[in-house]
């Protein structure tokens, strides 16, 4: 044996023993995982990746839509997939929208409201306190109502009118998970407005944009908000979720509820609005845990933001799945171990709303189905009451914490009433309980409090609607100022910094100024023609007429 | 003391057959060029037949209505090309506009008056040009210069609206407050056109300067002996000589105009209509429609927009043929000749 052989075969032995040594050694070996799917959950979703890099877990999430991410996921060119909306099987026109045979578990990850945000200016100064009914938004994103000085709006806002200015609905150009939620509001909530437009009935992914109307389509949340608050948006209105607004410090529109009231989607609103939603709770049903949003929309209680939805995740469970290996599998188990408990902490401040127990304790059951997939992967002390997510304290599992301390929306905020001059798209809910969010009472506490639909639906209507009234003095959220009483009609100066505007048409010319102009342009052309030839003419008239003179 | 090798006398003398075949190592070099040279062959028909074979299903099943018909509608089974064709042509032809001047006086500038101590450092300048990313250009033009360009925009619907071409509906370019219009004056094809002009501008410019520095120097001396300016030198040596160029280096900078993505994609708020008015917002183009809709299509809507694709292909094919006949043309001086 000679010597380079020898030193090979050196090599290749500690090589051999090099690879040998992960596994029983290290508890944990993650490997990078992929995913793509909807720009809805992306901003949550990029800030809990963030959060777990320092971890050793590689997470790489690309945004493009949800029906990207239910592709890509189908066709196994990513490891999860984020959607809005479950996998349509044949979607509304007959395409097909399955996942092409790979094993799969729907994950909620994070609940929202899909937020209206807008520019609208009024003498340079944005208004930030617009409240539309649900009906109006129909209209306005079915062309029916195309200017913002018009009488439904007016009405929404108690009065308050707006400069004449035509809407520009700004929707989506792609695949949209977003389009799909706000698609399925519409039509279950005013089927006779969205179906004559749409032609049909049902939710599209695909918003239907009409050639030559004023709408104006982008592609992804973040080119929806680029466009409205660029220097053109003046006009604009779109539908993003709240975490878009909120970190752009743009407003969004308060919403009508069932109940009257007009409220902006903070986590506390959706939240409370989530309580009714229905869940699939068949655990054999592919269909395990998906939403039915139909009590959210008419939810009673009158903190509840209608257009509240929850957000999925599709994971891949087949045992001999061929993206999928046993650390991929640990890596995308820990990640959502982080983000259904710690990570759901940070739900809120971005825009975002805490899922609710039961579906953290239903997401560790689909996480499970990884490890049924694959033996190795290690799940110990990765559940529910080691979590630390806001919604619940661990000690009453039953008890979602955040609907109870939701405060009651502000008097100024009721249909006929107001309108509030608080600022939306802070994040914060207009209420007349002192403090704002955090110091809210307990009032209708105990109303919201079930997770699952039934529950809530038996209390929470019970307090909801006369807790305006009780609400002893009216504080302004922002000065800390006590204003007038609550509940009284004139309550809108609460910030002394209401925009008002007094539309006025001027006519862009008057008749006997363009008249004038007009003549005097001619005119001026004229002499630009004919006045050089005139000069040259003159000048080699006298340059003879000298000329002839001294011959 | 040397001794000549005795000639054998009985042997005949045989001169060396003269061949031209590459023996050796020269025979090898030459097959393995001529296999490189042919991949490229084998891979630009590649993709046509590859374009042509997944669009096959899309063109027989919607026939001569996929050229005619403007909406794209997969989901409810109606689509057409007609509207990101128009797109298309648009987006190229305005940013031609602006880029073809730009390119003939950058290159003439360069080539006739810069003294040599700027000229390297333009030439690479221009160099540069081409080498920043289209997704630059189109941040580019979407952040720094749409506000300006809608603005101007306004002033060409104002004064120029009677022209179809500058034409804006939905608007009121005299409107007292015209914020709120200027958003029908954003995200158009002219807008698009400017950012993708500056991505043609480096490729048309540099064609036009090489075949600029071709100008015989004998025959630009003969003009100006003959008392002519340097203007007049130009004008008679330098344009005649170099027309072949300037027309190739255009036609270069459309193919690649016509095939522009990322740029547009991220100006232009896609709409579907065949329209002609390039500073009214909305419009879509092939590329950009590729582009924006791989992502979440199906089967049968990827065959849609692989048969958008090739027509696409198709046009660039045709485009940069005339173009590359047309530089090599002028390379012999046969402009000069006219």
Known sequence: ?551 | MTTLPVQDATVEVEPRTISRKATGADRVFVHSIRAVGATVLVITGGVGLFLGWQAWPTLTHYGLSFFTEASWQPEADILGIRAVLTGTVMVALVAMAIAFPLALLTALYISEYAPAFLRSTLVSLVDLMAAVPSIIWGLWGYFLIMPYAAEFAVWLDRNLGWVPLFDVHNADPDAALIDAAISNYSFSMFCAGIAVAMMVLPMSCAVMRQVFSQTPPGEKEAALALGATKWGMIRAVVLPFGRGGIIGGTMLGLGRALGETIAVLLILSPSFESKWRILEIGGNTVSALIAGRFGDASKSQLSALLAAGFVLFLITLVVNTIAAMIVNRSRSGAGTDA
């Open chain 1, 1 to 551: 044996m000679n010597r380079p052989i020898r030193l090979i075969v050196a090599l290749a032995l500690s090589l051999a023993g090099l690879a040998s040594l992960p596994g029983p050694a290290h508890a944990t070996t993650y490997a990078q995982i992929e995913g793509t799917g909807s720009t809805w959950s992306e901003l949550i979703l990029q800030q809990w990746i963030a959060d777990v890099d320092s971890n050793g877990m590689k997470v790489v999430y690309t945004g493009g839509g949800s029906t990207k991410g239910r592709k890509d996921f189908s066709q196994a060119s990513t490891d999860f997939a984020i959607s809005e909306i479950p996998y349509q099987g044949t979607d509304e026109r007959g395409q097909s929208d399955t996942s092409n045979g790979r094993p799969f578990a729907y994950l909620p990850i994070v609940a929202g409201g899909t937020a209206f945000t807008y520019q609208l200016k009024i003498g340079n100064e944005l208004v930030r306190n617009l409240r539309l009914s649900g009906e109006t938004i129909a209209k306005i994103f079915t062309l029916q109502i195309t200017n913002w000085n018009d009488p439904a709006i007016t009405k929404d806002n108690n009065g308050r009118t707006f400069p004449s200015l035509p809407i520009k609905p700004v929707v989506r150009s792609d695949g949209s998970g977003t389009t799909a939620q706000f698609t399925t509001w519409m039509d279950k909530q005013y089927p006779n407005i969205w179906r004559p437009y749409f032609g049909q009935a049902g939710l599209t992914s695909y918003y239907p944009k009409k050639a030559g109307s004023q709408m104006v389509s982008q592609a992804g949340s973040d080119q929806v908000m680029n466009t409205i608050k660029g220097f053109a948006g003046n006009g604009m209105i779109g539908y993003v979720e709240y975490s878009y607004p909120v970190n752009a410090d743009y407003p969004v529109v308060k919403v009508q509820n069932q109940a009257g009231y007009f409220v902006e989607p903070t986590q506390y609103n959706t939240a409370v609005a989530l309580t009714k939603a229905k869940i699939n709770q068949d655990k054999s049903s592919q269909l395990y845990l998906t939403q039915v949003l139909d009590g959210v929309y008419a939810n009673p209680d009158p903190r509840a933001y209608p257009i509240s939805s929850y957000s999925y995740m599709i994971i891949p469970t087949g045992s001999d799945d061929p993206r999928m290996s046993s650390a991929k599998r640990q890596t995308l188990a820990d990640f959502m171990y982080y983000s259904l408990c710690a990570g759901q902490t940070k739900a809120g401040p971005y825009g975002y709303s805490p899922l609710p127990l039961n579906l953290v304790q239903a997401g560790f059951d689909q996480l499970a189905k990884l490890k049924g997939a694959d033996p190795a992967v290690d799940l110990t002390d990765r559940d529910v009451r080691s979590c630390n997510n806001p919604t619940f304290d661990g000690k009453n599992l039953s008890h979602n914490v955040l609907a109870d301390k939701a405060p009651q929306p502000a008097a100024c905020d009721q249909a006929g009433q107001g309108p509030c001059g608080t600022e939306t798209g802070t994040n914060q809910p207009s209420t007349d309980d002192g403090g704002g969010a955090g110091g809210a009472g307990r009032n209708g506490g105990e109303g919201a409090a079930g997770t699952d639909g039934e529950r809530g639906a038996a209390a929470s209507g019970g307090e909801g609607p006369a807790a305006p009234g009780d609400a002893p003095a009216a504080i302004d959220p922002e000065t800390g100022l006590a204003v007038g009483a609550a509940g009284s009609a004139t309550t809108t100066g609460t910030t002394g910094e209401v925009i008002y505007a007094d539309p006025t048409e001027l006519v862009a010319g008057r008749t006997t100024d363009q008249r004038t102009f007009g003549w005097l342009a001619v005119l001026e052309l004229l002499a630009l023609v004919l006045l050089p030839g005139l000069y040259v003419v003159g000048m080699r008239r006298r340059r003879t007429s000298r000329a002839g003179g001294r011959l």
